[in-house]
């Protein structure tokens, strides 16, 4: 166990953070607002269903912005691969999550909090494929 | 459309949330998938903090007839059927979540760090999902329902 790097408190400070947000979407217009889904259907524009969309997304980068500038433990970025590798993996979790329709959000947060099956299985079948593909990468490849 | 303010608050809260959180570090994401290395297990209690809150949200939210603004609730339980997409998605989704250690939340909160690592993988997640809903029909609306006549 990697205990210096270990941080409970603000890991469940930030995960309720994350789940008023998507309940407040939830309250304010009836949606789901898985991460993945958000951005993705932001790209095939319907009336009516675009501009939340949007400045949900705006405000991401902004609440991003402020806490990067207020807490310092949060700015810190360590890649775990290149540019390249960023673009590789990009296209995955972009194709990966609109066929699988969901991410950590949709499929982790609000699948597994409305306990559906399928939020469920999702989240067991990513998690365990992440972990797979670590192994390879730090253990098989690197080591 | 009014109330556009609620969705601002919304989309702040949860980048404060991802970036308090830790998930916006890839490090720290990589560190809670390394099962054979130095594991952290941070993001459980992201999750388990998020699911929670959640989860109560859910259901208060559900005892309204509907939404504050507009649009129906979706129902209290989230959907049931497992299919092929769901297993194929979430497999590739794994992949690349593995390869970096960033998902699309993060991705979007990290660009206020205006790193050039962070914006080729925004938009490679971008295209991906153009690609998933042009060329293999992601999110589209349910197929008519087919009767056999015969």
Request: net charge positive.
């Amino acid at each position: 166990m990697d205990w210096d790097a270990f941080t409970p408190i603000s890991a469940t400070v930030g995960g309720a953070l994350l789940a008023l947000a998507t309940g407040l979407v939830l309250f304010l217009n009836g949606k789901i607002a898985g991460i993945s889904g958000v951005i993705a259907r932001s790209l095939r524009p319907r009336a009516g269903d675009t501009a939340w969309r949007v400045v949900f997304l705006l405000g991401m980068v902004a609440g991003g912005a402020v806490t990067f500038a207020v807490y310092e433990p949060a700015a810190a970025f360590a890649p775990s691969t290149g540019t390249a590798g960023m673009v590789v993996a990009g296209l995955f979790v972009g194709f990966g999550t609109r066929l699988g329709g969901g991410c950590t959000s949709g499929h982790g947060v609000c699948g597994i909090g409305r306990a559906s099956t399928r939020g469920v299985a999702g989240t067991l079948i990513f998690m365990a494929v992440a972990i797979v593909t670590v192994y390879v990468r730090l253990h098989v490849v690197q080591g | 459309m009014k109330g556009l303010i609620g969705f601002v608050l919304a989309g702040f809260l949860a980048g404060v949330g991802l970036s308090v959180s830790g998930m916006t570090n890839p490090a720290k994401v990589t560190g809670f998938l390394d099962f054979a290395g130095n594991w952290d297990p941070t993001l459980l209690f992201v999750m388990g903090g998020a699911v929670a809150v959640f989860a109560v949200l859910n259901v208060l939210i559900h005892r309204r007839s509907a939404p504050y603004l507009c649009g129906t609730l979706p129902g209290v339980r989230g959907a049931t059927g497992i299919d092929r997409r769901l297993v194929l998605g979430a497999a590739l989704f794994g992949v690349g979540w593995g390869l970096a250690g960033v998902c699309p939340g993060p991705a979007v909160t990290d660009l206020a760090l205006l790193r050039t690592d962070v914006l080729a993988f925004v938009g490679a997640m971008v295209g991906g999902m153009l690609l998933a809903q042009r060329g293999f029909g992601a999110d589209a609306p349910p197929a008519p329902v087919e009767v056999d006549v015969a």
